[in-house]
């Protein structure tokens, strides 16, 4: 047993890989994304001070406790809502919640669960670096909530979003591929559009919390393109193939134009990374 400070029961520092399990095994969502960042917290003071934590190893479960709200469904049995009512608006705030949340798990998961594969600290860096992000993007989500008199759990949600975690449970480059470099990269493709509609609404906490997420959001992926071009670079493995190979090994259905090319650039995902994955793509990306 541990407690969110990084210490077990028996006043022993515990590694980081079990400080990111217990952040699994936590069903709370505030309280998950609590741990989460007072490990965060940890990490980055003994790295400041130039004694890191050990790596460590641990077991993560195949899947992460949750909350037992909200009910979990599979996708086409979630009811559509439209944006332009106050309803739909939470609708759509309570499913970026219910990303966030995913998020804070498949940023510890990355972490714990391929501890076999040697890699810098750095790595570890950047993944307590966005489990943290994502723990204070699902806060804002459910401040938000709070404030439209709703909260984390009044509606259904979507049941497949650990999905992709099961299946790269044994395979980095796939789990880098398919989580920060494709799911990660299409927020940067939508979220323009949801900061639009609150907007337009005058939700102007909404509007804030949003933009953040959209500009922390650059970062995540960039995580991923940078993590999968180091580990295709160490095994002389061509990135852009390997990524091409992996994503239509993993990922059902080509990617869904349009995309944000400006930020996925700027995340270090060139065109012809992803325009050869959708169903229909310009030919200077051929």
């Known amino acids: 047993m541990t407690d969110a400070v990084g210490t ?35 990490w980055k003071t003994a790295r400041a001070a130039g004694e890191p934590l050990e790596i460590g190893q641990a077991t993560p479960p195949e899947h992460p406790a949750r909350p037992e709200k909200p009910d979990l469904l599979s996708p086409r049995d979630v009811p559509k809502r439209k944006p332009g009512s106050p309803a739909g608006r939470i609708a759509l705030l309570h499913a970026v919640a219910h990303i966030e949340l995913n998020a804070v798990d498949l940023h510890w998961d990355i972490i714990a669960r391929f501890t076999d594969v040697p890699m810098p600290l750095g790595f570890y860096d950047d993944w307590v670096q966005a489990a943290d992000e994502e723990s204070n993007h699902f806060n804002m989500m459910c401040d938000c909530l709070e404030a439209m008199d709703s909260h984390y759990g009044a509606l259904p949600a979507h049941a497949g979003m ?47 919390c949003l933009e ?8 995540h992926v960039a995580y991923g393109s940078k993590w999968f071009n180091f580990l295709c ?43 050869p994955l959708a169903d229909q793509y310009p030919a200077h990306v051929r």
């Open 8 to 42: 077990s029961t028996l006043g022993n520092r515990i590694s980081l890989a079990q400080m990111a399990v217990d952040v699994l095994t936590t069903a709370d969502g505030r309280a998950k994304t609590a741990k989460s960042r007072a490990y965060a917290a940890q």
């Open 162 to 208: 650990w999905r992709a975690a099961i299946d790269t449970a044994e395979d980095l480059l796939g789990r880098l591929a398919i989580v920060p470099m494709v799911l990660e990269a299409r927020g940067l493709d939508v979220t323009p559009g949801m900061i639009d509609i609150f907007k337009k609404a005058g939700e102007t906490q909404a509007v804030g």
């Open 212 to 219: 953040t997420i959209y500009a922390e959001e650059v970062s």
């Open 233 to 275: 670079g160490r095994d002389n493995i061509d990135p852009k193939e390997e990524f091409h190979k992996l994503v239509r090994h993993y990922f059902k259905g080509g990617l869904k134009p349009p995309f944000n090319e400006e930020k996925r650039a700027d995340a270090g995902l060139p065109p012809d990374f992803y325009w």
